[in-house]
């Protein structure tokens, strides 16, 4: 038996903002845009990762008005769970999101525990951190 990971979500406040920070920024494609009323749910990917989507959407979109509320306060505090990216080349990726306009959250940097990193705000405030593998 194998198992992975098809898709994961991201909570934004602005689907297209997010679009150009994901797609822009860091070079996410758009794999999938699916209205549902009054909302929409958008499927970013890459090559490197061929069948893993990355699907943004609004609080409220699929979910209860109680339901929506909530998770836009825990997004508005910025306390929704970070993602983290891998690049081969970390300091280079972080210029390009920092010429985007992205919150600047930590340069990078070697973390004692291995990797080197950096992190920024995506345009609603979620966590984004970049890692690059330690060298062999």
Not at 60 to 73: N, V, W, Y
Request: glycine share 8%; proline share 6%; aromatic share 6%.
């Amino acid at each position: 038996m194998t198992i992975s990971l098809q898709y994961t979500n991201i909570t934004v406040n602005d689907v297209d903002e997010s679009i150009a920070f994901y797609s822009g920024a860091l070079g996410l494609d758009v794999q999938n845009d699916v209205a549902s009323g009054d909302h929409r749910w958008v499927t970013l990917g890459s090559a490197a990762q061929p069948g893993l989507g990355i699907v943004i959407s609004e609080p409220h979109a699929g979910r209860s008005q109680a339901d929506g509320d909530a998770l836009q306060e825990l997004l508005t505090k910025g306390v929704l769970p970070m993602l983290v990216f891998r690049s081969d080349d970390v300091d280079a990726t972080f210029e390009t999101v920092r010429a985007s306009g992205a919150e600047v959250l930590q340069e990078p940097i070697d973390q004692a525990w291995g990797p080197r990193d950096c992190a920024f705000r995506d345009p609603s405030g979620n966590m984004v951190r970049i890692s690059q593998a330690p060298p062999a």
